[in-house]
């Protein structure tokens, strides 16, 4: 099977951090890109070297697509860890295990610690709990990759605290832009509601009372569903098994071939194939196929479970992202959801920068009336949001520079020496977010910048970097740049530390007078 570029950028990455020595590490491919294809790549170079590897999934379902895959795709069989098949006795080289098998005491034990030589963890953003650690502990010498679709950079500072390094990430602007995924339209309908006195749940809103807030809408819901959705083959994520089987009923009635499926569905298999089939063209569910379901021609997603967790939406949108003949786009519809205390995710999060740019692309979209393209949205909120970030950044070096202050504050010193990615740094992943040290902090005050503005290691990393890279080089510090340049001499950033040095001690000798009645033409020998 030949690789798409990415696929094999991505398979080369991982076994460069494991060559590197970066045992743990991360894959993140949005869904409907293939990341099953990956890793069974990854399987088979491993196989060749004689390794043994486990695959491990919190599902029955991911469990058998990556059997599935992987024998298509490499010839490789499997044996299974699940209920009551085992791979003791096995020849196969590579298992798949359930991580609530795998995790009892009593078949872990069979297992010698280093049994296995790789782990691959799919969904990887459940690897953080107790019964994944277990498993994990248990064979920790083994070289372990964690695939994920999540873009969610708070979920990614979350697993840094176990895996050590990102190989490869592949987003969903640039999946849509290389032809790999369907593009996105989003259309906000104007029906508002309310959720602020819905109480939270293990991180998230509860699904008991987010349900009984939406049903009273159900019916106004399905109603200006007639009017986008018709034609089109959708899923709806609803946070109840009751609600998804009451607005499946209202659909109908509305003339919509509508079905549902719930984890208790004896004929699910059946009405998934029915779907897929035509037979159906709407498909409710109470978050039943946010993972392990594949139907590429889905063309219209509504999520009515609000929540504020941006890889469990990502989830519900993958369902209808990939590709598929005379599919041209994939509709998301998206509602005025009020609280007043939690900022809920919405089509725009998806894809966008920062929160700032998400928060301005999602008041477009809901002005727009018409589904409008997310990456164009984001594009323009972007605009927007950069070119209000450098005026705020203006007024800000304008208050430092009227402050005088003795130390250089790190913005200014970015800004002093225009490097925009010091500026614009946000700490995203492991160590890079955590508090900077002690003697970062004091080898950031005695190279004259303000420790008390550096908040992350990461961002102590960087700014030392430069600090040292440019007395490595006889460059001008960060305390000449700013002594001469609030004296009105220009680009003391590109000077010497010899040249700015010669003409500090220059002013010094005139009793701190400017000698230059022109600083601002002033050019250093």
Excluded at 135 to 146: I, P, Q, S, W
Excluded at 166 to 176: F, G, H, Q, S
Excluded at 259 to 288: H, P, T
């Amino acid at each position: 099977m030949q690789l798409r570029p990415y696929q094999g950028t991505a398979k080369e990455k991982v076994l460069l951090e494991w060559e590197a020595g970066h045992k743990r590490t991360l894959l993140v491919l949005p869904t409907g890109t293939g990341k099953t294809i990956v890793f069974s790549k990854i399987i088979e170079e491993c196989v060749r070297q004689g390794k043994r590897i486990l695959v491990m999934a919190h599902r029955g379902e991911l469990l058998d697509q990556a059997a599935d895959k992987l024998e298509k795709s490499t010839g490789l069989k499997t044996a299974k860890e699940k209920a009551e098949e085992t791979s003791i006795g096995s020849w196969e080289r590579v298992v798949v295990g359930s991580v609530q098998s795998m995790m009892q005491v009593k078949r872990l034990s069979r297992f010698k610690p280093d049994h296995f030589d790789v782990i691959i963890i799919d969904e990887a953003h459940h690897a953080l709990s107790s019964s994944y650690q277990l498993v994990l502990n248990h064979f920790e010498e083994a070289d372990v990759l964690g695939v994920t679709a999540t873009p969610d950079r708070g979920d990614m500072k979350n697993l840094g605290s176990y895996f050590e390094s990102l190989a490869y990430e592949y987003t969903l602007p640039k999946a849509i832009k290389e032809g790999y995924l369907s593009p996105i339209k989003a259309l906000t309908l104007p029906i508002h509601l309310d959720i602020t006195g819905v109480k939270q749940s293990a991180g998230d809103f509860s699904a008991g009372q987010v349900g009984s807030v939406l049903d009273p809408y159900l019916q106004k819901i399905a109603e200006e569903m007639v009017k986008h959705c018709m034609d089109r083959k959708t899923v709806v994520f609803l946070p109840l098994v009751k609600t998804s089987q009451k607005f499946r009923d209202i659909l109908n009635q509305l003339g919509f071939k509508a079905a549902e499926v719930n984890g208790s569905s004896k004929d699910r298999e059946q009405v998934l194939k029915d779907f897929e089939s035509g037979k159906y063209n709407v498909l409710c569910n109470s978050m039943l196929l946010t993972e392990g379901w594949d139907c590429p021609s889905v063309d219209t997603v509504v999520v009515l479970r609000p929540t504020k967790v941006r890889s469990l939406y990502s989830q519900m949108v993958g369902r209808g992202t990939r590709l598929y003949p005379g599919k041209e786009e994939l509709l998301l519809l998206d509602f005025l959801w009020h609280t007043d205390r939690h900022e809920l995710v919405h089509p725009a999060h998806l894809i966008a920068e920062d929160a700032e740019v998400a928060k301005a692309a999602t008041k477009m979209i809901e002005e727009a009336g018409v589904p409008v393209d997310i990456e164009e949205v984001q594009e323009a909120a972007a605009e927007e949001a950069t070119a209000q970030r450098e005026e705020a950044l203006a007024k800000k070096l304008e208050q430092l520079k009227r402050k005088k202050k003795r130390l250089v504050d790190p913005l200014q010193f970015a800004m002093s020496i225009e490097d925009k990615d010091l500026a614009n740094y946000v700490p995203m992943f492991g160590q890079e977010a955590e508090p900077p040290s002690a003697d970062q902090l004091k080898q950031i005050e005695k190279a004259g910048i303000d420790p008390t503005e550096v908040d992350s290691k990461g961002k102590a990393d960087k700014i030392l970097n430069h600090v040292n890279q440019r007395e490595a080089n006889n460059l001008s510090s960060a305390k000449q740049i700013k002594q001469l340049s609030q004296r009105g001499y220009q680009n003391v950033e590109s000077w010497s530390f010899d040249q700015a040095s010669k003409l500090i001690k220059s002013i010094a000798v005139n009793k701190w007078r400017t000698p230059h009645t022109n600083p601002q033409g002033y050019v250093p020998e």
